[in-house]
T-cell receptor
Framework: GAVVSQHPSRVICKSGTSVKIECRSLDFQATTMFWYRQFPKKSLMLMATSNEGSKATYEQGVEKDKFLINHASLTLSTLTVTSAHPEDSSFYIC????????????FGDGTRLSIL | SQKIEQNSEALNIQEGKTATLTCNYTNYSPAYLQWYRQDPGRGPVFLLLIRENEKEKRKERLKVTFDTTLKQSLFHITASQPADSATYLCALDNSSASKIIFGSGTRLSIRP
């Protein structure tokens, strides 16, 4: 089956640090990758949609300068949380789709980000 | 605005019984409806997809129904087991938007 690898699984760092999270599709080419944020006992909140080679589309209220997304290839997307602060602490999850329209999303196992 | 509601935040049932989870939506015309399972600290895992022109879909002990008139989907797990305990998310996809909207999930607990 389609596998998405997300790394790192956990990050603890000081306020002001920038943190990069990688999302890779291991056995398929992802036409589209998605980045979500999830608060405890809440649903997935879509942050942005990224297509390979083009700028990411951010959801309303998500700061594009704060959450930098790069989708350099059909198998890799990165999310960089710049100058992270405690309020950025959350569970970040990526997903990838191997088809347009109707296909399921394949999720990574998430990154638990804790900013001290 | 578009809204998806999973009626129960939590559901507790006895092992062996059928678990039924509900997903309702408003202001949306999905072409597809999907169900995912999420375990604590993990990413969601895709379970089933049903199209707008399908009434029912089955996979092993899972059954999904999709009523576009009622704007509702039901997700059933028959002969439930403690290992089925997890949060279940419904998700709507209208295909053209290229993104999926998720419900808030139902936390299912199966007691032995």
């Amino acid at each position: 089956g389609a596998v998405v690898s997300q790394h790192p699984s956990r990050v603890i760092c000081k306020s002001g640090t920038s943190v990069k999270i990688e999302c890779r599709s291991l056995d398929f080419q992802a036409t589209t990758m998605f980045w979500y944020r999830q608060f405890p006992k809440k649903s997935l909140m879509l942050m942005a949609t990224s297509n390979e080679g083009s700028k990411a589309t951010y959801e309303q209220g998500v700061e594009k300068d704060k959450f930098l997304i790069n989708h350099a290839s059909l198998t890799l997307s990165t999310l960089t949380v710049t100058s992270a602060h405690p309020e950025d602490s959350s569970f970040y999850i990526c997903s990838a789709r191997d088809s347009t329209g109707g296909g399921p999303q394949h999720f990574g196992d998430g990154t638990r980000l804790s900013i001290l | 605005s578009q809204k998806i509601e999973q009626n129960s935040e939590a559901l507790n049932i006895q092992e062996g019984k059928t678990a039924t989870l509900t997903c309702n939506y408003t202001n949306y015309s999905p072409a597809y409806l999907q169900w995912y399972r999420q375990d604590p600290g993990r990413g969601p895992v895709f379970l089933l997809l049903i199209r707008e022109n399908e009434k029912e879909k089955r996979k092993e002990r899972l059954k999904v129904t999709f009523d576009t008139t009622l704007k509702q989907s039901l997700f059933h797990i028959t002969a439930s087991q403690p290992a089925d305990s997890a949060t279940y998310l419904c998700a709507l996809d209208n295909s053209s938007a290229s993104k999926i909207i998720f419900g808030s999930g139902t936390r299912l607990s199966i007691r032995p």
